[in-house]
């Protein structure tokens, strides 16, 4: 799947999250046990593209994530809590067992 739907995909679903309303910043941390992340995803970019202004990620070798201001994520995706997002087809394929 390209960038820009799973970047929106990402904060879409930490958005959705209804326990506790966020205050701050929707932050997701994207980890892999086994194999090395892409660091040039271009997620931050898409988002940026997108309307999200405050959106910043961090990469390291075996994990991403990506933080939205709570009041940015707002004004993209609606009043909080968000509906939880269909995962896009094509966005998460199980490599092996």
Do not use: C, H
Not at 45 to 71: C, I, M, N, W, Y
């Amino acid at each position: 799947s390209d960038p820009d739907t799973f970047a929106k995909w990402l904060v879409s679903l930490g958005w959705s999250a209804n326990n506790t309303k966020i205050n701050s910043s929707v932050v997701l941390y994207v980890s892999f046990e086994d194999e090395p992340v892409v660091r040039d995803w271009g997620g931050i970019s898409a988002l940026q593209k997108a309307g999200f202004k405050t959106a910043e990620g961090e990469p390291g070798k075996f994990f991403f994530s990506v933080r939205v201001d709570s009041s940015d994520a707002e004004s993209n995706l609606g009043p909080w809590p968000g509906r939880v997002p269909e995962i896009p087809e094509g966005m998460l394929t199980r490599v092996s067992e």
